[in-house]
């Protein structure tokens, strides 16, 4: 299914190396993220509100969160793909560290806001409807977030996107929220125990900690991180291999966004 979307929609989609096939990569990614997390979203807040579920609630509005971070991330893409010009010699690739930090902090945003539902929930707790079908449907949606996790999983490692890798890292985060509601539920048909709270308190906190991570992983380039070891190694040794040339030292790389390096060596 991947590679039938990205053989329709990107065109000459090879050549990563090119920078409007970069961009077409980005734009299919967010507009398959948009369109299946509105669906997810509008299932889920309607299947909540029937059965009074704060964790399904919870997890649809989520879904919606994760829909503004697609349209999130389509912008940063068109931004990042702007050519460099007097202001900004070295591109506007960093558009993209941007637009996955500002998904992140959207991600914690979210999560911060369901756990004080939740904990209000376990304060004051409310009888949860259990319904087969709206088990099933939760089910199929674990299918959906899976496949576009693993959608923008492949399509991030293809082009080297922060912003899909981080999406990708969002969905899976879904995944495992999405089942919780689903053991909740379970145990409440089985058991007479109403955990909703408790569940959708630990669906919040799931929240919280995939955007922490996906924060911390987006503000590495945009501080400066140490260049990878077998980067150096390699750069070393290409230099190195020259004709005239003793030795290096101080290696110092730039990173102006996914795929824009720039190296300074003595």
């Given amino acids: 299914m991947t590679n039938l979307l990205v053989k329709l ?5 090879k050549n990563i190396e090119n920078e409007k096939v970069r961009t077409a990569y980005g734009v299919l990614s967010s507009i398959v993220g948009i369109f299946c997390n509105v669906l997810l979203f509008a299932i889920k807040a309607v299947i909540g509100t029937i059965m009074g579920s704060i964790a399904v609630v919870a997890d649809a509005f989520n879904n919606l969160s994760d ?22 010699p070295f591109g506007h ?20 806001t369901f756990v004080k ?17 709206s088990v099933i449907i939760l089910a199929l949606s674990i299918l959906i977030k899976l496949w576009l996790a693993l959608f923008n999983r492949t399509l991030g490692n293809r082009i080297n996107s922060t912003v899909m890798k981080a999406t990708s890292a969002d969905a899976l985060g879904d995944v495992l929220t999405t089942a919780a509601t689903i053991v909740s539920l379970l145990i409440y048909r089985i058991l007479g125990w109403n955990v909703d709270g408790i569940v959708g308190l630990l669906v919040a906190i799931v929240v919280v900690l995939a955007g922490v991570n996906i924060a911390r992983d987006t503000i590495r380039p945009l501080l400066g991180e140490r260049p990878d ?38």
């Fill in 9 to 13: 929609f990107v065109r000459d989609y």
């Fill in 67 to 88: 829909a503004f971070s697609s349209i999130i991330s389509f912008v940063g893409v068109k931004l990042a793909s702007r050519p460099a010009d007097k202001e900004h």
């Fill in 93 to 112: 690739g960093r558009y993209e560290y941007i637009a996955a930090f500002i998904v992140a902090c959207l991600v914690i945003e979210v999560g911060f």
């Fill in 117 to 133: 539902s939740a904990v209000d929930k376990i304060i004051h707790p409310e009888a949860v409807t259990f319904s087969v079908i």
């Fill in 229 to 266: 070891p077998q980067v150096y190694k390699m750069l070393e040794s290409k230099v190195e291999a020259y004709d005239g040339i003793v030795g290096t030292h101080d290696l110092i790389i730039h990173n102006y966004g996914p795929g824009r390096s720039m190296a300074y060596i003595h």
